[in-house]
Each structure stands twice: as structure tokens, then as C-alpha cells.
């Protein structure tokens, strides 16, 4: 069975959520992104380098430790890495504002 082909973020990021169903999971992904933002932010206010080499272990760190021990799935990352990427922005934006909630019913 062939794997579907999304063609925009709007029709890929229910698909996201439905691999991001666990709750120590979307913590793990919240914590990544978060460190990810303070990072990027800290590199560049101190025009430190360093900070930016580590965004991707932390990003992808916290991520993948929620896939593989938590959700126990495969990270979207690895087949549609732009729209993952994108969509671990919204999911941070939507645990943040409230539109989303860590614990899923």
C-alpha cells in the first residue's frame, strides 16, 4: 500500500496529530520546540554559533524520543520532512494558545 501524498499543510496537519496522540509525547515535542525558539533567539541576540548547531538535537531529540518510546510510530519527519517540521510549529503555537491540549481525549 502506497503512502498518501499530501499536497498542502492544512491537509497534512490532522494527519500529524493523529501520530501525536500521547501525552508525554506532545510534552516531549513542546519541550524541543520550545528550546528550539530559545536557541535560535540566544544565537543570534549573542552571536554565538553554538547555539544554532544544537537546534536540530534538540528539536529532533525530544521528537524522536516521544515517537519511538512514547507514540511508538515513525516521525513524519523522515517522509515529509517540510510539512513535519511546519506542523511542529502549529502543534507548539496551538499547545500554547490552548487550541490543542497536551492530554488527548
Same mark, same amino acid.
Given at each position: 500500500?502506497e503512502a498518501? +501524498?499530501? +499536497?498542502?499543510l492544512q491537509e ?10 500521547n /501525552? /508525554?509525547s506532545? !510534552?516531549?515535542h513542546?519541550?524541543? /520546540?520550545?528550546l528550539v525558539v530559545?536557541?535560535l !533567539?540566544?544565537?543570534v541576540?549573542?552571536?554565538?554559533w553554538?547555539?544554532?548547531?544544537? !537546534?536540530p538535537f534538540?528539536?529532533?531529540?525530544f521528537?524522536?524520543?516521544?515517537h519511538?518510546?512514547?507514540?511508538k510510530n515513525?516521525p &513524519?519527519t523522515f517522509?515529509?520532512?517540510?510539512y513535519?517540521? &511546519?506542523s511542529?510549529f502549529?502543534l507548539?503555537?496551538?499547545?500554547l494558545s ?6 488527548v481525549?
Amino acid at each position: 500500500m502506497e503512502a498518501k +501524498k499530501y +499536497k498542502s499543510l492544512q491537509e497534512f496537519y490532522p494527519f500529524y496529530l493523529s501520530e501525536h496522540q500521547n /501525552t /508525554t509525547s506532545r !510534552i516531549l515535542h513542546f519541550i524541543g /520546540t520550545a528550546l528550539v525558539v530559545l536557541s535560535l !533567539i540566544t544565537g543570534v541576540l549573542f552571536h554565538d554559533w553554538r547555539f544554532l548547531l544544537v !537546534i536540530p538535537f534538540l528539536g529532533y531529540g525530544f521528537a524522536w524520543v516521544g515517537h519511538f518510546f512514547f507514540e511508538k510510530n515513525k516521525p &513524519a519527519t523522515f517522509q515529509y520532512p517540510g510539512y513535519s517540521l &511546519a506542523s511542529d510549529f502549529m502543534l507548539f503555537w496551538d499547545l500554547l494558545s490552548g487550541k490543542q491540549n497536551f492530554k488527548v481525549k
